[in-house]
C-alpha cells in the first residue's frame, strides 16, 4: 500500500513538473512560432502554432528596419562595463565585510543590505537629476555608472567568502602574503562560481533591462537592443507581429545560449555559499 502510494506520488509529482515547464516554456515557444509566420498568420484567428511555411525572411527584414548593429554593440558595451565594474567593487569590499574586523562593519553591511532590498524607482529621480547636471543623460555613461555596484552581489560573495577558513589565510600571511595576493591566489580560485553566478545574474538583468535606458536616452546612437526592439511596432506601423517577434529573438537567444552553458555555476554558487 505505501509502496503504490509513493507511486500515485511520483507520477503526480512528474505531471506537476512538466505543466510547470510548459507554462514557463510557451512564451518562448509562442515567440519562436510567431516569428516563423506570414503576417497573415500571425494575425488571424484562430491562431496558428505551427507556421505552414517557416518564413526566415522575417529575420532579416526585422534586422534591415532598425540598426540593429549598432543597438547590439551598445548593449555589449553597457553589459561588460558593468560586469567588470561590479567585480572592481564588489570583490575588496564582501572580502573586507567577510574577513575583516573594523569599526562600523554592521552599519556599512546594513546599508548594503537596505541597497540591495531598494526598488531602482526610488533612486531613478535623484541619479537622473544628476546624471543631467553633469550633462551626461543621452549617452552610454548614466547607463553604466548607476549600476556600478551589486548590493546582492557583495552579500551573496560575503557569504561564500566566509565558508574559507581563517586559518588558509592566517598560514598565507605568515608567508609574507599581501592581502591582494591573498584575495587573488586564494579568495577568487575558491570563488568562482559565486563570482560566475553573479555575473551571469546582472548580465541578464541588465541585458533584459528596459525601463533604465529608455529614461536615460533619446537617440538611436545609444540606446540598447531593449528599447531598439520596443521601437519595432511604431517603425513597422501595421503591427506585423511576425517581424517584431523575430526581432524579439536577437534579445533573447544570447541569454538562452549563456544559460544553457553557465547555469550550472548558478546552482554552484547557491549550494556553497552557506545561505540558509
Known sequence: MYKKKQKIAGFIGVIAKILICLIFLFPFLWMISISLQTATESSRAPITFIPASPQWQNFVTAWNMAPFGLYLKNSIII??????????????????????KFKGRGFLFGLVLVAFMMPV???????????????????????????????????????????????????????????????????????????????????????????????????????????????????????????IMAGNMFLVMPLVLIYIFASKFIINSFTYSGIK
Open 79 to 100: 553589459i561588460f562595463s558593468i560586469v567588470i565594474l561590479q567585480s572592481l567593487v564588489m570583490v575588496p569590499a564582501a572580502y573586507a565585510f567577510a574577513k575583516f
Open 121 to 243: 524607482q526610488v533612486t531613478f529621480l535623484p541619479v537622473y537629476y544628476m546624471m543631467g547636471d553633469w550633462g551626461l543623460v543621452n549617452t552610454l555613461i548614466p547607463q553604466i555608472l548607476p549600476h556600478m555596484t551589486n548590493a546582492f552581489g557583495i552579500f551573496l560573495l560575503r557569504q561564500y567568502f566566509m565558508q574559507v577558513p581563517d586559518e588558509l589565510l592566517e598560514a598565507a600571511r605568515l608567508d609574507n602574503a599581501s592581502e591582494l595576493k591573498i584575495l587573488g591566489k586564494i579568495m577568487l580560485p575558491m570563488s568562482k562560481p559565486a563570482i560566475s553566478a553573479i555575473a551571469l545574474l546582472s548580465f541578464v538583468g541588465h541585458w533584459n533591462d528596459y525601463f533604465w535606458p529608455l529614461m536615460m536616452t533619446r537617440a538611436d546612437a545609444v540606446r540598447p537592443l531593449t528599447v531598439g526592439i520596443a521601437a519595432l511596432k511604431d517603425a513597422e506601423g501595421n503591427n506585423n507581429w511576425n517581424v
